[in-house]
Structures are given as structure tokens and as C-alpha cells.
């Protein structure tokens, strides 16, 4: 399977080419044709797998075509999506994929002074990337009109409800054309998703790429069981012993990323921390550093859990396990992504054994052991 085969322009062809890709991945396979033909879809993917060409590109190919109305350029595409990070990274894709075509795009976040954003809006685009927050902010404003959408893509889903954005979204549908397509994209298949799924599409088409709450298969999962007054030196052993370059680090808390971050630079490890008190432009230094190879240890909360797009990161440590088990997949998911191997490593102490006992369930599978000595 190429994708010449899969109905895209020239223009596009062009773009993937550039971009060093020949084969699509599963979800791009069986999602591009669907959208191509204007099918309302409900896909499962976990992150890696290509998800956002997969809407990326169709979607660019259905805007190709100029809106009927003459004058400014009005929103045509709406792509919502839960954290800053993934609206920075979908909205770069919408462009890297979008180069050889004469449409606009643009990002609305919170965390960054809003004006230049109301600037770019005036000028009219054609696809808006945004988190929920600050699109209705803009609409509050009066500085966006949504009335001429024609395709809606709601990005981690799932993600959006586990962070309480459901009012906001229902409160953005509220202001969009009743026909329109919409796509929905979910690493996890809950019975919230399906309820909203219900309510949101049209005769959907349903794809599924991954098993229900599966982890990609190229990650190797361990639990080291390790009392938690040692985990820190473990952790540090671990990365100066194995000479790790690189590695994501998972804290409860931003207190907690904080502090363990300063403990792994008194013990000579390059360390940034992100999480949603560091300003937005701390979490993009700390993110450019992280991926440049300056800094060897990013330690987040579960704000980074999802949609940091870093290419073949090799490993992931749950320095502490998650509440909600569904969070353990999204977390490990960071690594082993696009068919690469990867290693999530979990430190777990005796008060976290209920949290592990969930993670093993939600997987249905036990994970293997390593008792640390001395623990």
C-alpha cells in the first residue's frame, strides 16, 4: 500500500514525499479514504500512529477546493485538541502538509497574550487549530465566527473529558452549523466517549487501529519494586548506569516534578520540569532542549502525557504511578511510537500496589517484577 493509492492530490503527494514518507500507517490506510468521502468517523488510535496525518491530510484535500462565498477567508476546519502542546504540534503538521496549498492556518492557546491571535484571526484563515479555553475566550470576544465550519476534528478525545473540558465543547458545538462532518479521535474507548460520540456524529464510520485501552506493542514494561525514600537514587543509578541520552520522567504532582528535578541536576543529570504552572514559553525551552539532547531527564505531570510528539524517544519512568490507570497508557505511550521500541519502566512502592493492580487490570495482563534490593 502506497500512499499514491489513496486518493490524495498532487499537492499532497508532494508534501508526504517531502516529509520522507512512502507507506501509510494502519489508521492513514483506513481513515483517508473515509474522510475523502466525507464520512463522519470514530477512530481509536493510540499516539504514534500516525493519527494526525491521518485527518491532516484528507482534511486539507476537502478544503483544496475554494468556499463558495468570495471576500475574507472564513474558518472552514476546526480542529480542537486538549493541551498546548499538541495544538503547537497539530497546527505545525496542518502546515508542513498544507505547504503546496493556498489555504491558512492558525493556533489559539491559552498561556500567550491573546491580541496577536484576535490580529491573525481578523486577516481570515481557513483551518483553526485551538484548546477549548481560548477559542471560547475568542468567541466571548466577538473575534471568531464559526457559522462557516465544515469540518469539525475533536484530537484525543478522551483527554478532553478526563481534563473537564465537556461543557466547554458542548458549549462550542452550540455555535457551529448543524451540517458539517466530524471526526473523533480517542487513544481509549470509554462509555463517556460513546455517549458523546452518540450525540456528535452522523452514521459514523468506525475505525480502530488498536485494541481498547491496548499499549503499543513495540513498549517493554517493567515494575521495579522499590521503596519510595530510594526511588530517586534508583532513578539516577538507572540513568548514569545505562548511560540513558534521553528519558521522560512521570510525577504526581508539579510540586513533586519540581522537586525531583532539582534532585536529578545535584546529581549531574541535565533536568528541565514541565507542567501547567511553567509559563508557556518555559515549557517550549524545556521541550526544544529535551528534543535537541541539552537536557537529558524532562520530568512532567500528566500535562505532558499527551500530545508531546518526540521522535523515537527510548524511554519512559512512572517515577510515581497514575490515579486513573487510563493514564498509565497514555503516559508510556510517549515512547514506542510509529513501530519503534520502547522501554517504560515503573518504580512502585508499597502504597501504590492498589494503582498497579488497576494498570494490570485495565491491560489484562500482569507486568514483570524486579524486586530492587535493599527496598
Known amino acids: 500500500m502506497s500512499f499514491n493509492s489513496l486518493g490524495l492530490s498532487a499537492e499532497l503527494l508532494r508534501a508526504v514525499r517531502d516529509q520522507g514518507y512512502s507507506e501509510p500507517t494502519p489508521i492513514q490506510t483506513k481513515a483517508i ?7 463522519d468517523i470514530m477512530a481509536g488510535a493510540q499516539t504514534g500512529t500516525g493519527k494526525t496525518a491521518g485527518f491532516t491530510l484528507p482534511l486539507l484535500q476537502r478544503l483544496a477546493t475554494p468556499a463558495r462565498e468570495s ?39 491559552g498561556g500567550v497574550n491573546i491580541n496577536p491571535q484576535i490580529a491573525t484571526l481578523r486577516r481570515g484563515v481557513d483551518i483553526l487549530v485551538a484548546t477549548p479555553g481560548r ?9 471568531l465566527d ?22 466547554d465543547i458542548k458549549r462550542i458545538l452550540a455555535t457551529l452549523p448543524q451540517r458539517r462532518q466530524n471526526l473523533l479521535f480517542s ?30 506493542d513495540g513498549i517493554a514494561q517493567v515494575v521495579h519494586l522499590v521503596d519510595q525514600k530510594r526511588k530517586r537514587e534508583v532513578l539516577s543509578y538507572m540513568i548514569g548506569s545505562r548511560e540513558w541520552k534521553q528519558v521522560l520522567v512521570f510525577a504526581r504532582t508539579k ?14 543529570i541535565k533536568t528541565a520540569a514541565i507542567h501547567g504552572n511553567k509559563s508557556q514559553g518555559a515549557r517550549t525551552r524545556a521541550l526544544a532542549d529535551f528534543k535537541s539532547g541539552k537536557v537529558i531527564a524532562l520530568v512532567a505531570t500528566d500535562i505532558a502525557a499527551r500530545g508531546l510528539d518526540i521522535d523515537q524517544l527510548p524511554h519512559v519512568v512512572n517515577y510515581e504511578l497514575p490515579h486513573v490507570a487510563e493514564d498509565y497508557v497514555h503516559r508510556i505511550g510517549r515512547t514506542g511510537r510509529a513501530g519503534q521500541a520502547g522501554e517504560a519502566i515503573s518504580l512502585v512502592c508499597n502504597e501504590e500496589m492498589k494503582q498497579l493492580k488497576g494498570i494490570e487490570r485495565l491491560l489484562k495482563r500482569n507486568l514483570p517484577r524486579i524486586d530492587v534490593d535493599g527496598s
Open 71 to 109: 471576500g475574507k477567508r472564513q474558518v472552514r476546519a476546526l480542529i480542537l485538541v486538549p493541551t498546548r502542546e499538541l495544538a503547537a504540534q497539530v497546527h505545525e503538521s496542518v502546515q508542513t502538509y498544507g505547504r503546496h496549498l493556498p489555504l491558512k492556518a492558525t493556533v489559539v492557546f
Open 187 to 216: 487513544a481509549t474507548c470509554t462509555d463517556e466517549i460513546t455517549r458523546l460520540a452518540k450525540q456528535l456524529l452522523n452514521a459514523p464510520a468506525r475505525v480502530e487501529v488498536a485494541h481498547r485501552n491496548a499499549t503499543a
Open 255 to 268: 510540586h513533586g516534578a519540581n522537586r525531583l528535578a532539582q534532585q536529578l541536576e545535584r546529581d549531574g
Open 146 to 167: 464559526l457559522s462557516h465550519v465544515e469540518i469539525l476534528v475533536l484530537d484525543e478525545a478522551d483527554r478532553m473529558l478526563d481534563m473537564g473540558f465537556i461543557r
Open 33 to 39: 479514504p473515509l474522510i475523502l468521502s466525507g464520512r
Open 135 to 143: 477559542l471560547l475566550d475568542h468567541l466571548s470576544q466577538k473575534t
